[in-house]
């Protein structure tokens, strides 16, 4: 039986709506991605509210033309700056003469992380282990059948921001759509995007925005590391229209343009003139030390985070970036490894489609959505069966 999902991801300059269909003969086909820029959001909320019910207008409208189709019913990505992340242990006791853990007791451990989140305001968006343990010995996904005294679970919340719920929320009713659910698009995005090994060894995600940076930590199937800076790629933009005394458009023309570590004999940049004014053409050795001081600024930032605040990488552990703000590019990454002092990879492509860094956000949402729909469908695991049956849609995740 074929099934249409509809999602929305709010990215920091423009509003994603993709379209699906899941079916037997494919999992997730990308029917429509309707597209409508906007001023974004910063931490604090919407920068420019009056004009939102607008931008989603476009996307939702976009989106229905290219698939045919009318959307009543919408699942909405919850930003990583709209979100926050509580990772906790918990320890259960092991009943019976020959106590063995079962899917019981996966669920107890949930619930019983669950309860400290009793006074943290929000609404939990997303719920996952980072690692089950029994009796001290290695850590696993599947502790489903093993025998022994007691059980240890590491395991992530997502706690989406309740004004954000409730305004999209409201914003989808006035425009005639109802919201199916809330979901986590960081915890979408790093599960797409890293692969089982990588997780296992902790892995770090980037993704540099527009207006943020967002810093995912992830072990297992957990997100137990989250961080959202305020600085992008718009800032180098900014940086370049200031210095060069030129339109915020043109800046940031030439910042696409540009190439990181590879020096070039009589490079130049050209921005058009208004009003027929004739082109000014910048030199490389104009337009390199602003480019580079910015992504320096912003490389610092993201250096702190991850080696200081959140310090839990080993020697096996990767790196990864993605997003719009650097990794376009050409030496991108490169040029961020070397500030960064360790190796950072490029996302690996997952789809034919949309395979652009600017729509992984949206991809990582639809994915962890139909990903969710066939996990609900399935009966729960028992003893010896698969975990993943049915963790990953408690609490909407």
């Keep these: 039986?074929?099934?249409?999902?509809?999602?929305i991801d709010f990215g920091t300059s423009k509003i994603v709506t993709l379209v699906a269909e899941n079916s037997g003969n494919q999992r997730c086909d990308i029917v429509a991605a309707g597209v409508a820029k906007y001023d974004g959001y910063l931490e604090e909320g919407w920068n420019n509210p009056g004009m939102l019910d607008e931008a989603?207008?476009?996307?939702?409208?976009?989106?229905?033309?290219?698939?045919?189709?009318?959307?009543?019913?919408?699942?909405?990505g919850v930003p990583g700056a709209f979100t926050?992340?509580?990772?906790?242990?918990?320890?259960?006791?092991?009943k019976g003469t020959d106590p063995r853990v079962t899917s019981a007791d996966v669920k107890n451990a949930f619930n019983k992380a669950a309860e400290n989140l009793a006074d943290l305001p929000g609404v939990v968006v997303h719920s996952s282990p980072a690692w089950f343990m029994v009796d001290n010995g290695k850590k696993t996904l599947e502790p489903v059948g093993m025998k022994g005294r007691e059980m240890t679970a590491f395991i992530s919340f997502v706690v989406g921001n309740r004004f954000f719920v409730d305004d999209v929320t409201n914003r989808m009713a006035d425009l005639g759509v109802s919201v199916a659910g809330f979901y986590s698009t960081s915890a979408g995005?790093?599960?797409?995007?890293?692969n089982e090994q990588d997780r296992d060894h902790t892995s770090?995600?980037?993704?540099?925005?527009?207006?943020?940076t967002e810093i995912i930590g992830v072990e297992g199937d957990a997100i137990i590391y989250h961080k959202v800076l305020d600085v992008?790629?718009?800032?180098?933009?900014?940086?370049?229209?200031?210095?060069?005394?030129?339109s915020l458009s043109a800046a940031e023309d030439i910042k696409r343009q540009f190439v990181y570590g590879i020096e070039t004999g009589g490079e130049s940049y050209e921005v058009q003139g208004e009003d027929g004014l004739k082109a000014h053409a910048f030199t490389r050795d104009q337009v390199k030390p602003v480019i580079c001081k910015a992504v320096d600024e912003i490389a610092v930032q993201i250096k702190e985070a991850v080696d200081e605040d959140f310090g839990g990488l080993g020697n096996w552990s990767s790196v990864f970036m993605t997003g719009g703000g650097l990794s376009?590019?050409?030496?991108?990454?490169e040029y961020l490894s070397g500030k960064l002092g360790r190796p950072v990879q490029e996302t690996p492509r997952r789809t034919t489609k949309l395979n652009s860094h600017s729509f992984s956000s949206a991809l990582g949402l639809m994915d962890l959505i139909i990903d969710t729909i066939e996990?609900?469908?399935?009966?729960?695991?028992?003893?010896?069966?698969?975990?993943?049956?049915?963790?990953?849609?408690l609490l909407g995740g």
């Design 232 to 246: 992008g790629g718009g800032d180098i933009a900014v940086a370049l229209a200031e210095n060069l005394d030129i």
């Design 328 to 333: 376009f590019n050409r030496g991108g990454k």
């Design 84 to 94: 926050r992340v509580y990772a906790t242990k918990v320890t259960l006791s092991l």
């Design 1 to 7: 039986m074929k099934t249409t999902v509809a999602a």
């Design 189 to 194: 995005e790093a599960m797409l995007y890293l």
């Design 56 to 76: 989603i207008r476009r996307s939702l409208q976009d989106a229905e033309e290219q698939s045919n189709t009318k959307i009543r019913e919408i699942n909405v």
């Design 375 to 393: 996990q609900q469908r399935q009966p729960s695991a028992g003893a010896g069966g698969k975990l993943k049956d049915f963790f990953r849609s």
């Design 204 to 212: 770090v995600l980037i993704d540099m925005g527009y207006l943020n």
